[in-house]
Nanobody, 119 residues
Framework: QVQLVESGGGLVQPGDSLRLSCAAS????????MGWYRQAPGKQRELVAG???????NYADPVKGRFTISRDNAKNAVYLQMNILKPEDTAVYYC?????????????WGQGTQVTVSS
């Protein structure tokens, strides 16, 4: 059974930092592309950052220079370090895993963790 479990969300003030974690099980983590998405109220879910199995990263323009995605294959975990948080970063953040095994693609989502940035 595949599980992606996010943690680390919370209520913070503008300018603060948070580190989100996603613990994965039931997948071959080392070959999976991992990503963080977010969904704000009334908006579509959007990609925040992604990291390939080889460690290549990509970021949405609004978070470039503030957020850093990383992974630890030994711990089957992916992280999102969020610095200089802004009210517009408020959203539910979701962990995503996707890849291809034996010709079949897969994609899995976590349950989400709330991040609220407010003074």
């Amino acid at each position: 059974q595949v599980q992606l479990v996010e943690s680390g969300g919370g209520l913070v003030q503008p300018g603060d930092s948070l580190r989100l974690s996603c613990a994965a099980s039931g997948i071959i983590f080392s070959i999976s592309t991992m990503g963080w998405y977010r969904q704000a109220p009334g908006k579509q879910r959007e990609l925040v950052a992604g990291i390939t199995s080889g460690g290549s990263t990509n970021y949405a323009d609004p978070v470039k220079g503030r957020f850093t995605i990383s992974r630890d294959n030994a711990k089957n975990a992916v992280y999102l370090q969020m610095n200089i948080l802004k009210p517009e970063d408020t959203a539910v953040y979701y962990c995503n895993a996707n890849g291809r095994v034996g010709g079949a693609t897969y994609e899995h989502w976590g349950q989400g963790t709330q991040v609220t940035v407010s003074s």
